[in-house]
């Protein structure tokens, strides 16, 4: 079975220890990051990641230069969400820089931990 490990990169520290206890509370490694450039940090660093999620609007690197960093190095990271507030990405937009879902906020949080949940148990 893959390694049950998810970063979560968002500028609003609330959310991420909302969404990070969730999935802790599911069996989830959780990891975080405050931007882009410390999510990229992380993933250089550590191995096994079945997801991330990601914040469109952040500050120092902003959620889709993330993506576009992590296409251009030939990172992997088998399954991405993105989640946005006041943003112009579509879904389209999202899915092409390697994002397999957008969640607009405020998003569901037991919708986005089933989407994970079930979109681990098809990759595993």
Known sequence: ??????????????????????????????????????ALEIIRKSSGLAAMISDVKMPVMDGRE?????????????????????????????QELGAKELFRKPFELLKLCETIEADFRAQS
């Open 66 to 94: 993330l993506l576009q960093q992590i296409k251009n190095s030939g990172l992997v990271i088998p399954q991405i969400y993105l989640i946005t507030g006041f943003s112009n990405l579509s879904p389209r937009e999202a």
């Open 1 to 38: 079975m893959s390694t049950r490990k998810i970063l979560i990169v968002d500028d609003e520290v609330e959310l991420r220890s909302i969404v990070a206890e969730a999935l802790e509370l599911s069996g989830w490694e959780v990891l975080t990051a405050a931007n882009g450039a410390e």
